[in-house]
């Protein structure tokens, strides 16, 4: 038999800041069934504790999609996710697309979906996390197939509920030990769970005669004190996926005693064979000793047991649980998607509200360079449908690039992993093709969409090399050219960053302004004026106040006739640094002209890392983020987001959602004014990949109780194509006092150029608006049309384009013919979750927010008391 040495590794998964989802649930007690199930493929299957049997829809004779399970606990838990375990022979039969997970208190009354979105096809297991609910039983729900949207099976070879994990009790002075401690081959002692090292294990004796089961660990607290639940953290392996370790614990049985000689057993059960975080939980109890008995090891591999940590809980979690309050927003539900978003943009064509996401060469990890592919997907949020697709045409990985929508609206998608390389894509026909290749090769850079239609960029020393300096270079929209603009100097614009120029480069923020003119805001500390005639030009535009470098924060264009930017956040070092709080309004005074910089109060959170995403009332919010900034981890993640008022230059801090957003995360504005937060990770077989976004409705689309305010509704608008300077009319049904014209919009690591809002003052049903006749300010391209009444509560958007004069032209006839790459299909039909569920939006099955234990005991009360009277 061989074992590897845990002494040099380092787990971060140990960690629990890694962990999104909580706690596995035990399922002793619970109960399973199917809509369909093959003889021999049992729904129980799925909840066995053997990963090499399945539950399998019937498939002699086919039945039709969808499946579902649904499973009953037996009591209520603090659920925050579930995870599942694809068949794991050599068929994919089965395996889960498109899905949706649901709850409930009695089994019967089902709201909307806490999570929905569609799986990998792959063996690995599935995890799904959501904002954390009260619940007795869960539904799964498969729509699609993963490898074939036209098959009708469903399977999974284990399914596991996971749970909020108590307040841990604090171990110092706590004494561990056990009946047996492998020391002559490895440290597999037992207070090794008590070293805060992520990486020491406890193993029972194997270099020599491996004594049998049970095995014992014995937690001595020294004192009295109240527990009521432990948590197992299994070894953690380093080979293939799914690997099993040695030791993980199958069936056990939690023992407690005052004295350590007379022991009384609180709880038995059994543990899944995976790597997962699991638990056990009891009445709380007032105890000294806690004992762990091991009665199997899960896999039946052998006489041993191990643990990579062990905690004791206080046992609370569940009891103190209170429904946030709607009046801080709600975070509606949890998009799974078959890749890690790492970057994406908004697009406007046809009725649907979609989003293209993508993340490197591959779904999970960023690694390999010049692979020349991207995986990308299309998410239609209205339906929640979505089309996953490898783009390899474009000989592109857009892993890291610089990115904007041009006054044409096609997104250009500048260098990353391949540094050199131009991919372009048209939400109208949805076709990539291929750009010219930039002078300077470039990832990280920032690129921002000038007033003359053309694309800007500077920096990006992290690919391509970082030998020489990335002065800026102008992308022509119409010649398909890239020209060098020496004279748009980089070296002005970066931090003092001790990582050097390959990190002092990166993620700048660009505002477009008038005649071809941006304004630099930072990261660094210094501002600069760039112009893009010519050979270009740079010249210096202050300071951010006393603001210092701040890599990885935010800058976002909240009004933009008025010139007014956010920035707030980031670090003064791109890793390895305390991020800070400090947030600033800088006011455009006009071309060469410094900028007005005013300190304000600051958030309430130091973040960095962090996304930003502007609402049409011209609030701010912002999300995720770390307060000590670390590529590829979760630790010191802040998962409440914030709202910036610039009526008063308020932070109000709101509801927290369910998923760590730190680097590599994003952000964007849905049209239905809710935000769309997603991402994280890309760090490949690591615990902090997160292959999921969330959506949240902000305070200004939700009643008291949860449910939507009622919205005004935009009937009528007079065209599509609006040039600058000219008038919209806009007519609703019902009066409204603002409209906000928010431009699409595009991002990844921290930055999104591409957004800005220009509002409008009106009254009445029927409006007239005048758009700036300044393209750097009304930049070209596609906008969200919003209307908004008294109460600030905003319409469904509409789109329209904003385009140049006509003496000005630069528009799709005008630009040069590329061969078209790839075409992307837009999502099935047959996947749309709405559908499904016969509603128009999501939002129309909201249930009321109260999920207090108190409250779902008043609701069901019937089912606690024949609980109970089993008991």
């Known amino acids: 038999m061989l074992f590897q040495s845990h002494s040099l590794l380092l787990f971060s998964s140990l960690i629990p800041a890694a962990f999104p989802l909580g706690l596995q649930i035990g399922r002793d007690n619970w109960k399973i069934i199917a809509d369909s199930q093959h003889a021999g493929n049992e729904a129980q299957k799925a909840i066995d504790g053997d990963r090499n049997t399945f539950w399998h829809s019937e498939y002699a004779p086919n039945a039709p999609l969808p499946h579902n399970v649904v499973v009953d606990m037996g009591e209520f838990h603090l659920v925050d996710g579930i995870s599942i375990l694809p068949r794991q022979d050599n068929f994919n039969n089965g395996n889960i697309g498109q899905h949706l997970v649901q709850l409930s208190g009695d089994g019967k009354t ?23 609910k009260v619940a007795r039983y869960v539904k799964i729900t498969a729509v699609t197939e993963a490898q074939n949207a036209q098959n009708p099976w469903t399977s999974i070879a284990e399914l596991n509920i996971h749970q909020v994990a108590d307040p841990f009790i604090n ?23 008590n070293d805060n090292l992520p990486y020491t294990i406890w193993h029972t004796n194997w270099s020599g005669n491996a004594p049998a089961h049970p095995h014992y660990l014995t937690i001595n607290q020294n004192k009295r004190g109240l527990v009521g639940g432990i948590q197992y953290v299994p070894r953690q392996g380093i080979g293939a996926i799914n690997q099993p370790e040695n030791g993980r614990i199958g069936r056990y049985r939690i023992e407690s005693s005052n004295d350590g000689q007379n022991w009384n057993t609180v709880k038995t059960g059994t543990w899944a064979d995976d790597d997962t975080n699991k638990a056990a939980f009891w009445p709380a109890i007032n105890v000294q000793y806690i004992r762990l008995v091991a009665l199997s090891e899960a896999g039946n591999r052998g006489p041993w047991t191990s643990a990579g940590d062990v905690q004791l809980m206080f046992g609370s979690s569940l009891a103190d649980h209170k429904a946030p309050s709607a009046s801080l927003g709600v975070w509606s539900h949890t998009v799974d998607f078959p890749l890690v978003p790492a970057a994406a943009a908004n697009l406007y064509d046809g009725a649907a509200d979609e989003i293209l996401v993508w993340s490197a060469f591959a779904n999970d990890q960023f690694f390999q360079f010049n692979q020349g ?25 857009m892993f890291c690039p610089g990115l904007s929508m041009d006054s044409t609206g096609r997104f250009i998608v500048t260098g990353g992993n391949d540094a050199a390389k131009t991919s ?21 850079q920032s ?24 002065d800026g270079e102008v992308y022509n929209i119409k ?65 951010r106040a006393q603001d210092g470098d701040s890599m990885n924060g935010i800058a976002a264009m909240y009004d933009a006739p008025a010139g007014k930017i956010l920035t707030a956040g980031g670090a003064a070092n791109y890793q390895g640094d305390n991020a800070h709080a400090r947030a600033h309004i800088i006011t455009i005074n006009g071309v060469g002209k410094n900028p007005s910089v005013q300190r304000i109060g600051d958030m309430k959170n130091a973040r960095g890392f962090h996304t930003s995403v502007v609402l049409p009332d011209g609030t701010v919010i912002v999300l995720g983020g770390q307060t000590h900034v670390e590529p590829f981890t979760d630790t010191y ?22 998923v760590p957003r730190t680097y590599h995360s994003t952000s964007l504005l849905l049209k239905d004014g809710s935000i769309f937060s997603a991402g994280g990770g890309l760090c490949g077989n690591c615990a902090t990949n997160h292959f999921d976004g969330e959506v949240f409705l902000p305070p200004y689309l939700v009643n008291s109780d949860g449910t939507t305010k009622t919205r005004p509704v935009i009937t009528s608008i007079n065209g599509d194509s609006f040039a600058v300077g000219s008038q919209i009319q806009i007519k609703t049904d019902s009066a409204v006092t603002s409209i906000a014209l928010m431009r699409l919009g595009s991002v990844t690591h921290t930055v999104n150029t591409d957004q800005r809002r220009i509002p409008f003052t009106v009254s009445g049903t029927s409006q007239t608006i005048t758009i700036p006749n300044d393209p750097g300010v009304a930049l070209p391209g596609y906008y969200y049309v919003f209307a908004l009444n008294a109460a600030g509560v905003p319409s469904i ?8 004069t006509q003496q000005a032209a630069a528009s799709s006839e005008t630009l040069p013919t590329l061969q078209v790459l790839h075409t992307m299909p837009e999502p099935a039909p047959e996947t749309s979750i709405t559908d499904f569920l016969n509603v128009t939006m999501l939002t129309d099955l909201l249930p009321p927010l109260d999920d207090s234990l108190t409250h779902l005991t008043s609701i069901f009360k019937d089912v606690f008391d024949k609980r109970e009277g089993q008991e």
């Open 447 to 470: 690129s921002a969409t000038l007033s003359n239609g053309n694309v800007f960029t500077l920096g990006g020393s992290w690919s391509g090399g970082h030998e020489v300096d990335k």
């Open 424 to 444: 372009i894509y048209d939400p109208r026909t949805n076709q990539w093709q291929k750009g010219a290749e930039m002078n300077v090769p470039r990832g990280y």
């Open 479 to 543: 010649s398909n050219t890239w020209t060098k603009l020496p004279g748009a100097r980089v070296a002005p614009t970066m931090t003092h960053d001790h990582g050097g120029r390959y990190r002092s480069d990166n993620h700048q923020w660009f505002f477009a302004w008038s005649n071809g003119n941006i304004l630099h805001a930072g990261p660094s500390a210094a501002m600069n004026w760039i112009g893009t005639s010519g050979q270009g030009s740079i010249n210096g535009a202050g300071n």
């Open 637 to 658: 993640a802040v998962t409440t987001p914030e709202l910036f008022n610039p009526r008063d230059n308020s932070w109000t801090v709101l509801n927290s959602n369910a």
């Open 797 to 804: 958007a509409r789109v329209v384009q904003i385009t140049f």
């Open 110 to 132: 089902w709201g909307r979906p806490v999570a929905l979105g569609q799986y990998r096809n792959d063996k690995g297991v599935k995890e799904t996390s959501f904002v954390r």
């Open 373 to 397: 592919k991207t995986q990308v997907t299309i998410y239609n949020s209205t339906d929640s449908s979505m089309t996953p697709q490898e783009i390899a045409n474009t000989q592109h990985d």
């Open 171 to 193: 171990s110092q002075g706590f004494t561990f030990t056990a009946d047996s401690e492998e020391t002559a081959r490895e440290n597999g002692r037992a207070s090794n769970l």
